[in-house]
């Protein structure tokens, strides 16, 4: 079955630098979410798509940006970037509002480095 | 204090234990439950959805949900090495945000 497509799976970036990390979601599925998990960390939720408007926002710095395009397809844009944004980003699907199911998959994540 | 909390571990139990893993949350507005999987540098697994108190039973993996305490569990039964991983229970309201709240994860080991 297919799953959630993130990419690219590493980056490394400097300090004061730009980032744009993609998201594919799983076919069909209407909600896209993006999560943010330091090392040693849980996931904390960021910001989140249905229908390509923005649906919810969580912890997000003022810094980032995110967008959900027609295809589906979202990114994470992030700029001004700091040591501590080094972390993991995962993205997440679901078909919650379609299914009414709450069930999000997670695809494999994006490790970005700040040097 | 976290809204979910959950026992970080480490928990080392060999081969073929029956492992609990626990969580408590703290706010009533929570009703659905799940538990994922995460392997090292690796995306979280879904393993469990359960939105009523009761248990719910798949393969080896069973949860439990007590609203009433505000208690969740996670059996694995017949425990094998390749269940070695980090365990996050994560909550969602029934209403309003959509996003998942999560516990701080159980790094579980287990001997061969």
């Known amino acids: 079955a297919a799953g959630v497509i993130q990419s690219p799976r590493h980056l490394i970036k400097e300090k004061r630098e730009t980032a744009t990390l993609k998201c594919y979601p799983i076919?069909?599925?209407?909600?896209v979410y993006w999560y943010q998990q330091g090392p040693g960390q849980d996931p904390q939720f960021l910001i989140s798509?249905?229908?390509?408007?923005?649906?919810d926002k969580g912890s997000i710095p003022d810094r980032f940006s995110a967008q959900q395009f027609s295809d589906y397809h979202s990114e994470l844009n992030m700029s001004s970037l700091e040591l501590g944004d080094s972390a993991l980003y995962f993205c997440?699907?679901?078909?919650?509002?379609?299914?009414?199911?709450?069930?999000?998959?997670f695809g494999p994540g994006t490790r970005l480095t700040v040097l | 204090q976290k809204e979910v909390e959950q026992d970080p571990g480490p928990l080392s139990v060999p081969e073929g234990a029956i492992v609990s893993l626990n969580c408590t949350y703290s706010?009533?507005?929570?009703?659905?439950f799940m538990w994922y999987r995460q392997y090292s540098r690796k995306g979280p697994e879904l393993l469990m959805y359960?939105?009523?108190?009761g248990n719910k039973e798949d393969g080896r993996f069973t949860a439990q949900v007590d609203k009433s305490s505000k208690y969740i569990s996670l059996f694995i039964r017949d425990s094998q090495p390749s269940d070695s991983a980090t365990y996050l229970c994560?909550?969602?309201?029934?209403?309003?945000?959509?996003?998942?709240?999560f516990g701080s994860g159980t790094r579980l080991q287990v001997q061969p």
């Open positions: 997440a699907s679901s078909l919650e509002r379609t299914s009414g199911s709450h069930e999000q998959f």
């Open positions: 076919p069909r599925h209407d909600t």
């Open positions: 798509f249905y229908e390509k408007m923005q649906s």
């Open positions: 706010n009533s507005a929570f009703q659905y």
């Open positions: 359960t939105y009523s108190s």
């Open positions: 994560a909550t969602l309201m029934d209403t309003g945000r959509r996003a998942l709240t």
